[in-house]
């Protein structure tokens, strides 16, 4: 079992930042690939950003490219999510989520491949 806690929304305005964190607990936190979901409002949940076990790949939705950068501390046991040049549209529930992975390399990029989910913290960005 891995046990994640997300931490770190809040309201901020169009082209502010926010960092979100995702401490785990429960596993090896190296050996559990992470990403990030979100969903807003009468949406679905969608991707976006992953990060392999090792740190050395990641991946991001297209929406959040060149904005948002995802990195872990395995020290720490915790994942990040930092937001720059945050949009209106970057308002949802985000959401941290984990599964074992036997490659150091791979990342996953759809909610399905992902055993693990934490409760979800708010984004809200004004205009």
């Known amino acids: 079992q891995v046990q994640l806690v997300e931490s770190g929304g809040g309201l901020e305005q169009a082209g502010g930042s926010l960092r979100l964190s995702c401490a785990a607990s429960?596993?090896?936190?190296?050996?559990?690939?992470m990403g990030w979901f979100r969903q807003a409002p009468g949406k679905e949940r969608e991707f976006v950003a992953a990060i392999s076990r090792s740190g050395g790949s990641t991946d991001y939705a297209d929406s959040v490219k060149g904005r948002f950068t995802i990195s872990r501390d395995n020290a720490k046991n915790t994942v990040y999510l930092q937001m720059n040049s945050l949009k209106p549209e970057d308002t949802a529930v985000y959401y941290c989520?984990?599964?074992?992975?036997?490659?150091?390399?791979?990342?996953?990029?759809?909610?399905?491949?992902?055993?693990?989910w934490g409760q979800g913290t708010q984004v809200t960005v004004s205009s």
């Open positions: 429960g596993r090896t936190f190296s050996s559990i690939a």
């Open positions: 989520a984990a599964r074992m992975s036997v490659s150091s390399a791979t990342y996953y990029y759809t909610s399905e491949k992902y055993t693990y």
